[in-house]
């Protein structure tokens, strides 16, 4: 195949990503965009084997190890990806995006030995930047991971003099990706690879849980950058175009999922640095809440005229969408008007919660955003918050200081009547007390969230 | 390829990336960004033409890892982004 061929179907793949990312950004193509996506990622794959020229003839050298190793990440990737459960669906996006990363830093390094002292100057800076960046996202997003399959704690991570740590790592990083351009060699690139690694560590582990989804959209957009340097170093349009657009458009993403939780994307990678650590709200310290059974909670829904739902990460977690859904019908069929106050962040990541309650088949019209449920809560008689926490939270109003202040909420509080469906009194994944949970006007019911939910339906059905 | 061409296939792309995704719903942020993050798997393309290039040991191993993780992060971002936005179908209207 000549040159001329082979850029040519380099240039559609490019084609593809674009017109994959605008398919993504609307819900009616969305699912097409990433057909189209993943139609292009798969030619671009296929061309390479076909495509030779004065550095490489056919068939490819170590062809067996590369379709081998294909293999293997089949073997691995699609099964993850098929039987994810949805609940832990942003936990896996962090890894694939991390092993990308680890990818594009292995190929930097690879053509870099290979090229030993022919590497030009600019191509050694690039492939120290590759390296850099590549290594930070695979490390960063490693503790993303282990952040939201709770292997590890879940808020801010400050050790003492962390800032000093972080900044000397910073520097020591930059200083050895200089020592590479100067003085080229294959130790330095590895030590400059190892203290990458570290500095991702370091990078990720004062972020508070909450801000973890904007994290990751931002080591996706890293790693699209070493992609596009990968490029470069491999004189790939291809992979220049693709990890370009990745970069910019997950930069736009970042931002807009930070506007959506009332985060500045400055305070979220640097809060760390100023934020004093926690409170940690008096553990141990019995305050009065008011616990109901079923029955209570059956009763005051049936004199109800306006009910919301308020579905958060715990609703996922006990796989209850679908005892919702028919508690919801119930209410529905008593004349009552139910509707689903769904924030923006419900869930671990933007979207999340309107992805787990699309697979429960809740009518769609029944979804409601932030903006569009807020001024109703005043005319709610009664809000139902099943596993949700931080995002009704008022702290995020009322007290600034605390991690989540300034992040906009569901006003729950503006409803007559207030029922938290709870586990235990832990609190939510950002790690805040919610003083909501004392007011007088809140009624606890402990349990396992399908459970509870049976209960009252059969109890309201009683009635 | 001349340093200006790719200077502006670089400034292009990053304008193109920024327009196609600047107005989305918050609904779509996750699918959007595990689709991005799907595409950057191609860095598949370049963990084979490394592999290709390898002529020792170390670069064929560091290779075969390079591909192992493209193909992870390629495969299964679009898979478990189909599967996300399968969840939106039927319910739209």
């Known amino acids: ?463 | 390829m001349e340093p200006m061409a790719i200077v502006s296939i670089f400034v292009l792309s990053v304008f193109v990336g920024f327009e196609v995704v600047s107005k989305v719903s918050s609904t779509l942020h996750t699918p959007l960004m595990s689709g991005a993050n799907a595409i950057h798997g191609v860095i598949l393309v370049g963990a084979i033409i490394v592999a290709d290039h390898s002529k020792t040991n170390l670069e064929l191993g560091l290779s075969v890892a390079a591909i192992i993780l493209a193909t992870i992060n390629m495969v299964g971002g679009f898979v478990v982004t189909d599967r996300m936005l399968e969840m939106f179908k039927g319910n739209k209207k």
Not at chain 1, 215 to 228: E, K, M, P, R
């Open chain 1, 1 to 463: 195949m000549s040159r001329t061929v082979y850029d040519l179907i380099g240039l559609a793949a490019g084609i593809a990503f674009i017109l994959a990312l605008k398919g993504l950004s609307h819900p009616k193509t969305a699912r097409r965009g990433n057909l189209i996506g993943a139609f292009g990622a798969g030619l671009a794959t296929l061309v390479v084997f076909f495509y030779s020229n004065e550095n490489s003839s056919l068939p490819l050298n170590n062809l067996g190890w590369i379709l081998g190793a294909i293999a293997i990440g089949l073997v691995i990737g699609v099964p993850a990806a098929r039987k994810v459960q949805m609940t832990q669906m942003p936990q896996l996006v962090a890894l694939f995006n991390g092993v990308g990363g680890g990818a594009a830093a292995l190929v930097a390094i690879v053509e870099y030995l290979n090229l030993g002292a022919k590497a030009s100057t600019p191509v050694v800076v690039f492939t120290v930047f590759t390296v850099i960046v590549g290594c930070v996202s695979f490390s960063g997003s490693i503790i993303t991971f282990m952040k939201l399959q709770e292997l590890m704690t879940t808020r801010p991570v400050i050790f003492p003099a962390g800032r000093f740590i972080i900044a000397a790592t910073l520097a020591s990083v930059l200083g050895v990706g200089g020592w590479v351009v100067t003085a080229l060699g294959t130790t330095p690139l590895l030590i400059l690879a190892g203290l990458s690694l570290l500095f991702g560590i370091l990078f990720v582990l004062p972020v508070g849980g909450a801000d973890v989804p904007i994290v990751i959209s931002l080591l996706n957009a890293f790693t699209g950058l070493t992609v596009a340097a990968s490029g470069y170093v491999l004189d790939s349009t291809l992979l220049i175009i693709a990890g370009t657009l990745v970069g910019a458009s997950g930069t736009i993403l970042t931002r807009l999922m930070a506007e959506a939780m009332g985060r500045s994307l400055f305070g979220t990678l640097f809060g760390a640095f100023t934020a004093k650590p926690q409170d940690v709200a008096a553990a141990g310290e019995e305050r009065p809440v008011r616990s109901g059974s079923p029955d209570d909670v059956a009763i005051l829904l049936n004199y109800a005229r306006r009910v919301v739902i308020v579905p958060g990460f715990g609703l996922a977690v006990a796989q209850a969408q679908h005892t919702v859904r028919e508690l919801a019908d119930l209410m529905i069929s008593k004349g009552i008007d139910v509707a689903y106050g769904v924030h923006p962040v419900a869930g671990r990541m933007p979207g999340h919660m309107n992805v787990l309650l699309a697979e429960a088949n809740v009518p769609y019209d029944q979804l409601q955003e932030m903006d569009e449920v807020n001024p109703t809560f005043g005319q709610t008689d009664v809000a139902i918050v099943i596993g949700a926490n931080d995002v009704v939270n008022p702290a995020a109003q009322t007290t600034p200081g605390c991690p989540i202040y300034g992040m906009p909420i569901l006003e729950v509080n503006n409803a007559a009547n207030i029922i938290f469906l709870k586990r235990s009194m832990r609190p939510g994944f950002a790690g805040i007390e919610n003083e909501l949970l004392y007011d007088p006007k809140t009624m606890l019911l402990f349990g396992d969230a399908k459970a509870s939910l049976t209960k009252v339906v059969s109890a309201l059905k009683a009635l």
